[in-house]
T-cell receptor, first 115, second 109 residues
């Protein structure tokens, strides 16, 4: 596609529910990143995929958070048993995967609100 | 110590002036450096990247990198009110991108 897309754009859920956030990267982009961004802060790394392989998940806050990219394209970030502290903007970015000149392009984000 | 440090600002400059944004990083293994602009309520958008010491110019923007000092800066010449945004510095030591907290810039007409 023309750019990175994310869905839903807004998600309101009750504490304890599970949510799934979707990211559709730029066509042909090898690398896909998930970030969480709090107001007034820079994006905070969560996890990273190269093709379908999850290369780094060190930024996931706890085991309620998981991500997958089964066919090397669309990715899903799942948060189980949501808590109010999970409320944030969740951003996805994709890149072509070049070594030094790799640049990533961000999607519009999903605003998650946990009541 | 944070991976990437930026002054949060706010930084105010008059229209037509040069805005100077600074960033320091901790990982000496960082190879690539990026500047993103983020308008309020929007996603970060790439302005430019640099990976060699020295200056890189693109229109009104100049990125400067000094790996010995672990310092990268962004100069915006002839600042315009439309440049008012938060500017994020990012570094890439390996597979991850580390972002600073951003510097808020206001260009006063």
């Amino acid at each position: 596609g023309a750019g990175v897309s994310q869905s839903p754009r807004y998600k309101v859920t009750k504490r304890g529910q599970d949510v799934a956030l979707r990211c559709d990267p730029i066509s042909g982009h090898v690398s896909l990143y998930w970030y969480r961004q709090a107001l007034g802060q820079g994006p905070e790394f969560l996890t990273y995929f190269n093709y379908e392989a999850q290369q780094d998940k060190s930024g996931l806050p706890n085991d309620r958070f998981s991500a997958e990219r089964p066919e090397g394209s669309i990715s899903t970030l799942t948060i189980q048993r949501t808590e109010q502290r999970d409320s944030a903007m969740y951003r996805c970015a994709s890149s072509a995967g070049a070594l030094y000149t790799d640049t990533q392009y961000f999607g519009p984000g999903t605003r998650l609100t946990v009541l | 110590q944070k991976e990437v440090e930026q002054n949060s600002g706010p930084l105010s400059v008059p229209e037509g002036a040069i805005a100077s944004l600074n960033c320091t990083y901790s990982d000496r293994g960082s190879q690539s450096f990026f500047w993103y602009r983020q308008y309020s309520g929007k996603s970060p958008e790439l302005i430019m990247f640099i990976y060699s010491n020295g200056d890189k110019e693109d229109g009104r923007f100049t990125a400067q990198l000094n790996k010995a000092s672990q310092y990268v800066s962004l100069l915006i010449r002839d600042s315009q009110p439309s440049d008012s945004a938060t500017y994020l510095c990012a570094v890439k030591p390996g597979n991850q991108f580390y972002f600073g907290t951003g510097t808020s810039l206001t260009v006063i007409p």
